[in-house]
């Protein structure tokens, strides 16, 4: 069984920093691609960023370049999204998913969501 | 003008049939994407329903029914989601979804009533 375990949301001050993790099983972690999404509260997706699992290349929402950046550990099955200078556009349910190897874009497996407050 | 458009919402009856609409913007040819659909029940992340190019490039998402299916209205610059035999589980948000510019990019959903 697939499964993808979200941690490291909470509640952050505006300006602040925060790391998402995202640890899977069950899956060959190193043939997938990777990608993060957000939901603001009661509105549609927004696609955040993404990870190529063979070329490496990562990719940007314009509305988060340069503040946001995706990692992964395939040793470990697990990735990552730092998220800097954090505002109250940021606040969120942000949820990794991982796309079968040749099935890009199609998000095929999704975490739970963790979510992030951004208050002071 | 947002890339994907989609009603915000829908109304249909049980065992009707329901048309989901995701309407491209202008300069931005349904023709030459994929559509990729997804449902999100309240609580729940979504899940992959269906993609759909043409009638020979379409693929179901695993478990997901038959009567969910895709389709293209040329004329309108949009992509369809067509839901027959609606039953009560089907009541969820649907979102639309292309690949475009190296970028994801999402329709602002529709939520399906079936009442």
């Known amino acids: 069984e697939v499964q993808l375990v979200q941690s490291g949301g909470g509640s952050v001050e505006p300006g602040g920093s925060l790391r998402l993790s995202c640890s899977a099983s069950g899956i060959m972690f190193s043939d997938y691609a990777l990608t993060w999404i957000r939901q603001s509260p009661g509105k549609g997706l927004e696609w955040v960023a993404a990870f190529y699992s063979g070329s490496g290349q990562t990719y940007y929402a314009d509305s988060v370049e340069g503040r946001v950046f995706i990692s992964r550990d395939n040793a470990d099955s697990s990735m990552s999204l730092l998220i800097n200078t954090l505002g109250g556009e940021d606040t969120a349910r942000y949820y990794c998913?991982?796309?079968?190897?040749?099935?890009?874009?199609?998000?095929?497996?999704w975490g739970q969501g963790t979510v992030v407050t951004v208050s002071s | 003008q947002a890339a994907l458009t989609q009603p915000s919402s829908l109304s249909a009856s049980p065992g009707a049939s329901a048309s989901l609409t995701c309407t491209l913007r202008s300069g931005i040819n349904v023709g030459a994407f994929t559509i990729y659909w997804y449902q999100q029940k309240p609580g729940s992340p979504p899940r992959f329903l269906l993609k759909?190019?043409?009638?020979?490039?379409?693929?179901?998402g695993s478990g997901v029914p038959s009567r969910f299916s895709g389709f293209k209205d040329t004329s309108a610059n949009a992509g369809i989601l067509l839901i027959s035999g609606l039953q009560s589980e089907d009541e969820a948000d649907y979102y639309c979804?292309?690949?475009?510019?190296?970028?994801?990019?999402f329709g602002g959903g529709t939520k399906l009533t079936v009442l």
């Open positions: 759909y190019k043409s009638d020979s490039e379409k693929q179901q």
């Open positions: 979804m292309i690949w475009r510019s190296r970028a994801v990019v």
């Open positions: 998913t991982a796309t079968v190897a040749g099935r890009w874009p199609v998000l095929d497996y």
